[in-house]
């Protein structure tokens, strides 16, 4: 059932919640270690960056976040994990959180933006493959699951490979 969420960026209090909400919708705790171990690195973390979507109580359901990224030698941000509690999943709050993310980082002059995830999910924020705009990866992934977005006409994609945050160990 669809739902209109409200959105906020993270604020401290709100860590333990993100950790849950990204420890129960993944298999593993990796992905929530990650969010950690981006949020200690200052040349991944972006404050602002962290989006929640929350519940009529301002608890957090649902979670999206950019960090620092290059493609080729050029700033862009990475979508990664975006993460809803599973009871709450299919009701919007995904979608509200990564939209809440895009913009906010519109609002920071960011312009570019790329997600390895899922092809069915990230075109309905404009995302399209990344391999159409010369971008790529250091590793092998389907081609379909590498997208971009440009927040900014005027600041076409660049061309390059991806370098992630050293979190990402990628
Ligand atoms: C994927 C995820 C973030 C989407 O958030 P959500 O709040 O459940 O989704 P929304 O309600 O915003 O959007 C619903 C749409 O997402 C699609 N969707 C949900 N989970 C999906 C998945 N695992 N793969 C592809 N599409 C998915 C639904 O089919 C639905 O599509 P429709 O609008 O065309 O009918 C969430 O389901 C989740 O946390 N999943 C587990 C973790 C995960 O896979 N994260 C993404 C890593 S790339």
Do not use: K
Not at 40 to 49: K, Y
Not at 99 to 109: C, D, Q, T
């Amino acid at each position: 059932m669809s739902h209109t969420w409200n959105t906020r960026a993270e604020t401290g209090a709100d860590i333990p919640a993100i950790r849950d909400i990204v420890r129960t919708a993944f298999p593993t705790p990796e992905e929530a270690a990650l969010v950690d171990a981006l949020r200690a690195d200052p040349e991944a973390w972006i404050a602002g960056l962290s989006l929640v979507a929350v519940d009529d109580d301002d608890r957090p359901v649902g979670h999206a976040l950019l960090t620092r990224c290059h493609i080729g030698d050029s700033p862009a941000l990475c979508l990664a994990p975006v993460a809803v509690r599973p009871e709450r999943q299919n009701s919007g709050a995904g979608t509200a959180a990564v939209r809440a993310a895009i913009i906010a980082a519109e609002g920071l002059g960011e312009h570019h933006v790329v997600v390895l995830g899922h092809p069915e999910y990230y075109p309905r924020f404009g995302f399209t493959r990344a391999s159409a705009h010369g971008i790529g990866l250091t590793i092998d992934v389907p081609d379909e699951a590498l997208m971009a977005l440009t927040l900014d006409a005027a600041h076409p994609l660049p061309a390059g490979t991806v370098r992630y945050a050293a979190p990402f160990g990628i």
